[in-house]
């Protein structure tokens, strides 16, 4: 083994030194790569195998042993194994190092091309970005020259404008100035025509009165000339023909109408035309019905005398014609003949021949005591005498009686008139005429039927609205309401009037200690569908 190893190092310093000098005049026309480096530099290079071999047979001839030869001649077999590959190894690495720079010198022509196209590029860049800048300061300066003149006119526009305000609220104020004199000449005007016609209402009874006076007086002074004074027959004629006066201006009248009414429409029809003629200039009812009330208030100051059942008629035809009056669109002045016929019913008889009878509105008959209530309620103003005649109409719908009497003669008007007045004094007993009747009875869908109306939401909700109203009269109201709001189609009549809201509001704000009134809201509520049931 020392002599193999021996036989190595020779062996390694004689390659060694032949391929340096082997290897030099290569290095001057190879290009070699880091790969050359890292190639063993323990391994000799030749150009030839034949060196190899006879150098091998010196070192094989030196060797002292045929073992030691043997193991020699294995090692050299495989060095020159891997010297063969490391020739061609080097081979291959040369032709990549010559293609690798063909692929460099095509890349540097790219790169070239690449970065002339990019000048050129950068060049019309640079151009197309001087053409944006330019553009762009003109736009900006059209800009800035359009804002100075849009603000300019803007600036003219706001001064024409203040001034046309300044304008526009001085003639508003002209026109509320001219607004509120015109109300005050409406006003003014309106009071002047309510005293011209209460004056020519007084003079056309002044006058009344005044030929009555004058025929009784001249019937009077007539009476001893025609007649002797021991003859009581004749004044005794005279004195019933005196007080038949009235009975017979009423017949007269009533004659006349239902002749016009009635027996006019009978005739032949081949006198149409003069038919048509007559029904034109023919009296309207409303002109009817103020001619005959002051003659059937005449004939009620003999209502003592009178049969109860005439008595009774004389009362229907008066309120008829009291009615028909408040209905129609004319406007009649009968002040003075309105306020007479309030004293009648409530005072009762004034004729100084015999003593003062007892109030009509406190007759026997509940019939002729409703109508006298109702009649005073249109006529008086007095809130002693009213608050009697609401007592009474409230004691008469507890019946049945009442109660038809009460859809009958409709008067629900009349007491929602007593609920717009708003009188302390009043408000209370209406309400428990309202209260009488929404009670359970036969009447009770007819009285919501008329209660059904714009007129009556209107009066509740301005009842409610009412800051000084007691929870007594609050809770009766809204007992009426939760009925109304039973029937579907008044949910309109409750959007109509706002009171859904108003209730609403009550609702939310109500003391919940109060069950009742608290009740009754909710019922409201969710009859209108304005609550969910809980």
Known sequence: ????????????????????????PEETHIFCTETDVTLPSNLARSSSSSVWSGRGKDVLDQTRSPSGAAAAVHVYQEMLH???????????QQVWAAELCERERE??????????????????????????????????????????ELDAALKQKTKETKRMKSSFDSMKELNDSMKKQLNEVSEQNRK?????????ARLENLQRKYESFSTHR?????????????????????????????????????????????LIEVRDGSNLS???????IRPSLHERCAKALPVLVELLH???????????????????????????SQHSVLTSTLRRLGEEVSRGSCDPARPRGCPLFKSSCLHTRFLCSLIIIKTISQVDVLAQAVDVLSCAVRSDEGQMLFLEYQALPAVLALLRGGSPGLLARSTDVLLQMSSESRML?????????????????????????EPPLLEKMLMVLQKLSSIRKNKRLFEVSSLHLLLQEMHRTADRSQAFLNINLSSILLNLGMLTRS
């Open 192 to 200: 002047l025509e309510s005293q011209s016609r209460k004056v020519q």
């Open 445 to 469: 869908s007819a009285f919501l039927d008329q209660c059904s109306s714009e007129d009556f939401f209107r009066c509740a909700a301005l009842f409610l609205r009412n800051p000084r109203l």
């Open 107 to 148: 890349l540097q022509l790219r790169e070239n091309t690449l970065q002339q196209q990019q000048q050129c590029s950068a060049h019309r860049l640079r151009a197309v970005e001087e053409e944006v800048l330019s553009r762009m300061q003109s736009l900006q300066q059209q800009y800035q020259q359009e804002t100075h």
């Open 82 to 92: 891997i010297y063969e590959k490391l020739q061609a190894e080097r081979l291959s």
């Open 302 to 328: 003999q209502a003592s005398a009178m049969d109860p059942s005439l008595l009774l008629s004389l009362l229907r035809c008066i309120y008829c014609c009291l009615m028909h009056l408040e209905r129609s």
């Open 1 to 24: 083994m020392r002599d193999y190893n021996k036989a190595l190092r020779e062996i390694y310093r004689t390659r060694r030194h032949d391929g340096a000098e082997e290897d030099s």
């Open 274 to 280: 003069g038919h048509e003629h007559y029904a034109t």
């Open 218 to 262: 001249g019937r009077e002074t007539a009476a001893p000339k025609a007649c002797k004074p021991e003859n009581p027959q004749s004044n005794k004629a005279a004195s019933k023909a005196a007080a038949l006066g009235p009975s017979v201006k009423l017949l007269a009248v009533l004659l006349d109408w239902v002749v016009d009414g009635q």
